[in-house]
């Protein structure tokens, strides 16, 4: 073998042929198998809400490793897909886990979306980076896996879910399916740990608000008659604008965007608008309860004493945020694995997003994001590096050995 891979150390659990078969698959992944497989998937379409392809597409790809995949209802003709192999004695549960909806193809591509196109080291697809490539890498690690299932204790589990890129319905679903628990998952998410995309160890939780204001109609010509609901809007996101957020000492704030602002006839009419909705996103940084900051609003709003009544409510999505330590088994699970592959350790960060890890970390299961390195996320010509995409493969398998071999 033309590579030290540096495997693990023999333990209870394992064996020095287990680590011997361990270097020899890590060796034997290759770039055309991943790339050959992220081909098929960034060809089955599957825009938000419309996911059934890639999920049979991942049946069949996870058939042919020997498992028995089943799709999970989530509504409608949205399914997830989840699948499990145990291994030789009862351990761990670690879950592999991605989302297989993507946005839909923008303007401005220079090659067709659902074609996987190479240039120099990037290949160009819709979902390429998010997240069809880290799918790609972690089908390649089970297969792995399956092939050590005899000398590892435990079980691997994998879950592709829909709707990630919406509400986390496909989230939300397989936390309520009867399924065994994992005790950490890894998402495919595109982090690759450098400089540009470091690991996240904590996000930001999200709420949305929604404010529907009622004033009185009048004539436009006597606007002292009525009391304007869009005048009132304007002057409640000034004053949302001032509110005081809390300072986390990771996160450090959370933001606050007006999203829209919906008011007056649908026609032109002199009349003084009644109506109007605003729409107010807010990140919420660890600390911060979405009903707590509705309080927040609602007294702002009645501190301007305005002419009009206003009602506060938080709508979906919503999202808790969450931190870790870096000292979690599947963090340490996984920085070791990096290191091997990469040479040196990942870079770590607190970020101001949110996605499925949130939903996962809430319901108490350790969640680490790594993925294949990439670019271009939500725009046209979203790529991802093909390089990456073995050495995610790699260190997925070896973040797996490590885990399941903890005591």
Known sequence: MSQNW??????????????????????????????????????????????????????????????????????????????????????????????IDTVAACAGWSTPPLQLVKHSDRLHGLGACDMKGGLAAIVVALGLLVELREKLKGMVSFSAVVDEEAHSLGAKALLEARIPKPDAIIIGEPHFGDATSPLPLGMTGKALYEIRIRGRAAHAFEPERGANAINAAARIVLALEQLQRLTHPQFGQGSLCTLTIHGGPEQYSLVVPDECTILVNRLLVPGEHPDAVAVEVREAIEALRLPVSAEVAVRPPLYDPYEMTGREEIVQAVSSAYTRIVGHPPLYSYQATVGDANVFSAAGIPTVCIGPRGGGIHEANEFVASGSLVDAARIYALAAVDFLRRP
Do not use: K
């Open 6 to 99: 540096n495997v693990p150390r023999t333990t209870a659990d394992g064996s020095a042929s287990a680590d011997r078969l361990l270097a020899e698959r890590l060796e034997a992944v290759n770039e055309q198998e991943l790339v050959s497989l992220l081909r098929r998937m960034v060809a089955a379409p599957s825009v938000s809400g419309q996911e059934r392809p890639m999920a049979e597409l991942l049946c069949v790809e996870l058939q042919r490793l020997g498992f028995r995949p089943q799709l999970q209802p989530v509504g409608g003709d949205r399914c997830n897909v989840y699948a499990e192999q145990p291994m030789n004695g009862d351990g761990r549960v670690l879950m592999f886990n991605g989302h």
